[in-house]
């Protein structure tokens, strides 16, 4: 019944929000349902680790090994950002009814988030992945300006349009799995009968599924909401965005990926990924807006998972879930650290904000160290999954597919370095206020000490359960052997 209870409590918070009684009511409630919620997903991979899967409705609602790491990412990043909220909107002096109106939506969106990986029947993971643009929605346009404002209709936009797209796929799906002589409609359902479907409809069927959940993810040329989003909703929410919304979506398309034997789909992976990754490296070059510059990172990093899972192998599909990893961890790290910045600088003009180290130390290190983490640096959990997919990738003899991933990431290291070289280094564009204008709240130091141990940590040492529970995400993304 745990696993049951566990999408219940961000409900129950969102419940008791929107009551009158202060602002404390509502962020003490958000903070303790996403932490209570943290720990009980930490029980589950615990059991899931010894289990190898926990269901309390069979077929409905049950873990493997890699809904149990995405529902564990989802949890801690939602936990970090919940604590982050609470300094955050308290430095922009956020009126009480907004404060209660953000923990609303805020519960809601976090609700939908778990309720992703618990459930196994793609028709509602389905619901449940719309359910995080409609939750998120109002979050994107919380600041009501005219950017925040434009940028949530082209957010919603293109969700509702992907949402049809992946629906249809789904349905096609359906009809392929009934055709087999298939039970019931699940994740496991549909790999179980995947040898026994027509192949050109499951291959419509994803195709459709990858096109529909392909915006939502990031792709490219699907990404056009993504920089617009992340620049405009507060940095707590980026961090939900970028570290585990466009996850969640990547976590279905990825579902599907054992109905096929290695071949022309895994190629399109590859293909689709490398689009993604060259065309953000390249534009992290020319961005001027350091939330924006994270944004084109996250469309980096969601081509390098597709595209290593494309690989096919085991090994190849390890390698992905370890990238999943980091990037959950460092880019919730990262937007946080941007979002101190954003408090010291008072901007995201990258040509205005300079001198942050002068201005704050503290929040300059944690930028720098954000850079470096994000880009891949070492001793950080990203560059032992990145080192792990170029390893993988010369192993497999996919050379060229290597070298152009090399390339692709070096650029991008060196562009998000750039930029942030200058941000933190440079000299101000005005004298440097005084540090007691800069006084920041507790709660936002404390999450960026929370955020950045695991990025670290996980770069030097990675515990045996951890890694068996890698091993059991990597394997529910290879087909059942074939009789």
């Given at each position: 019944m745990m696993l049951v209870v566990v999408p219940l409590l961000p409900l129950a918070a969102a419940l008791v929000s929107p009551i009158r009684g202060g602002r404390r009511l509502a962020q003490t409630a958000t903070l303790a349902a996403a932490t209570t919620t943290f720990v009980l997903a930490v029980v589950l991979a615990a059991r899931v680790v010894r289990d190898s899967r926990v269901v309390a409705i069979p077929g409905w609602v049950e873990l493997d090994g890699l809904s149990a790491l995405v529902l564990l990412l989802v949890t801690f990043v939602a936990a970090t950002a919940a604590l982050f909220s609470w300094g955050y909107l308290d430095a922009h002096e956020t009126p009480a009814d907004r404060v209660r109106l953000y923990g609303l939506h805020f519960n809601l969106f976090?609700?939908?988030?778990?309720?992703?990986?618990?459930?196994?029947?793609?028709?509602?993971?389905?619901?449940?992945?719309?359910?995080?643009?409609?939750?998120?929605?109002?979050?994107?346009?919380?600041?009501?300006?005219h950017e925040a404002l434009e940028a949530a209709w082209k957010y919603i936009a293109l969700m509702f349009m992907g949402a049809a797209v992946a629906l249809l796929g789904f349905f096609i799906l359906f009809w392929a799995q009934q055709q087999a002589g298939g039970g019931h409609y699940s994740w496991d359902g549909l790999r179980a009968v995947a040898a026994a479907m027509p192949p050109r409809v499951v291959m419509?069927?994803?195709?459709?599924?990858?096109?529909?959940?392909?915006?939502?993810?990031?792709?490219?040329?699907?990404?056009?909401?993504?920089?617009?989003?992340?620049?405009?909703?507060?940095?707590?929410?980026?961090?939900?965005?970028?570290?585990?919304?466009?996850?969640c979506a990547l976590y279905a398309i990825l579902r599907l990926v054992p109905l096929f034997p290695l071949g022309r789909v895994h190629a399109w992976m590859q293909a689709i990924g490398l689009v993604s990754i060259g065309t953000a490296a390249f534009l992290l070059l020319q961005v001027r807006d350091y939330k924006r510059m994270f944004a084109y990172s996250t469309v980096e990093h969601m081509g390098i998972i597709l595209a290593t899972v494309g690989l096919g192998g085991p090994a190849a599909a390890e390698a992905a879930v370890l990238q999943m990893l980091g990037h959950a961890l460092t880019k919730?790290?990262?937007?946080?650290?941007?979002?101190?910045?954003?408090?010291?600088?008072?901007?995201?003009?990258?040509?205005?904000?300079?001198?942050?180290?002068?201005?704050?130390?503290?929040?300059?290190?944690?930028?720098?160290?954000?850079?470096?983490?994000?880009?891949?640096a070492p001793p950080f959990v990203l560059f032992v999954s990145e080192f792990t997919i170029v390893r993988t990738g010369l192993t497999s003899h996919h050379y060229l597919f290597t070298a152009l991933l090399v390339i692709f990431v070096t650029v991008a290291f060196f562009g998000i370095l750039l930029h942030v070289n200058r941000i933190v280094f440079g000299p101000p564009a005005a004298s440097p206020t005084d540090a007691a204008h800069h006084r920041l709240p507790v709660s936002c130091w404390l999450t960026l000490a929370v955020a950045v141990t695991p990025v670290l940590v996980l770069g030097v040492y990675q515990p045996a359960a951890l890694q068996r529970l890698v091993t059991l995400a990597g394997a529910a993304l290879l087909p059942l052997p074939r009789p």
């Open positions: 976090v609700f939908a988030l778990v309720l992703v990986p618990v459930l196994g029947e793609p028709a509602l993971v389905w619901i449940a992945i719309e359910f995080t643009a409609v939750f998120s929605v109002l979050l994107v346009a919380f600041d009501n300006t419509a069927g994803f195709l459709l599924v990858l096109v529909g959940f392909g915006v939502k993810s990031g792709f490219v040329p699907l990404h056009t909401w993504l920089p617009d989003a992340h620049s405009q909703a507060p940095s707590p929410v980026c961090a939900l965005l970028s570290g585990v919304k466009t996850m919730s790290f990262c937007f946080f650290a941007a979002g101190v910045a954003l408090l010291v600088l008072g901007t995201r003009d990258i040509a205005r904000a300079r001198g942050l180290l002068r201005r704050s130390p503290a929040a300059g290190v944690a930028l720098l160290v954000g850079a470096l983490a994000i880009g891949g």
